[in-house]
């Protein structure tokens, strides 16, 4: 293997988990995310003479983010072509997400709910680990949008979450 080809299998290596980890997060779905996270890394081989390595994963996160929104803006148009009496439609509506993820049903569910764009935010965060500032620069807003849109999922998550804890007897008042 050329030196070439060997740096960047390195490079995949080194940000896949990442780059996929936020296509599922976003798309929910996994064949779906494993088709942009692929796609990701061919846009980054074909730009590997113009991004710097220590931007290789603002980079990939960036895109993939760009992917994953273009691809739900494309299935959102897709199922309003189909119409209501579309035979084929339950088969193209997205898969659950999978049963066995480490995510309670009920924050899976709640996680569901939020846009594809707050679902990204949460994920590039709290999932991926990034900075908010690290994560203004990578996706061309300021830090305190960020702050925003973050606090508005969360708040987003916990009304989802409410009546689960409420069920659950973790929300319920003392003297109850």
């Known amino acids: 293997m050329n030196s070439d080809l060997q740096e960047f299998a390195d490079v995949v290596r080194a940000h896949q988990d990442a780059v996929y980890g936020l296509a599922l997060a976003t798309v929910r779905d996994p064949d779906d995310a494993a088709d942009i996270a692929q796609e990701a890394f061919v846009r980054l081989w074909r730009r590997r003479d113009e991004v710097a390595a220590k931007a290789h994963r603002p980079w990939l996160m960036k ?8 691809h739900l803006r494309r299935r959102t148009r897709d199922l309003r072509r189909m119409g209501p009496h579309d035979p084929e439609a339950l088969d193209r509506v997205p ?75 973790h929300g319920q008042e003392n003297g109850s």
Request: glycine share 8%.
């Open 95 to 169: 898969a659950p997400a999978d049963p066995e993820s480490i995510l309670p049903d009920d924050f899976d569910r709640a996680l569901g709910a939020l846009s594809p764009r707050a679902r990204s935010l949460v994920s590039l965060h709290y999932g991926q680990g990034f900075k908010l500032d690290e994560i203004a620069a990578m996706l061309g807003m300021t830090t305190g949008a960020v702050k925003v849109a973050l606090h508005r999922a969360r708040r987003t998550l916990r009304q989802s979450l409410a009546p689960a804890r409420t069920l659950a007897g």
């Open 63 to 70: 895109v993939t983010r760009n992917l994953c929104l273009d």
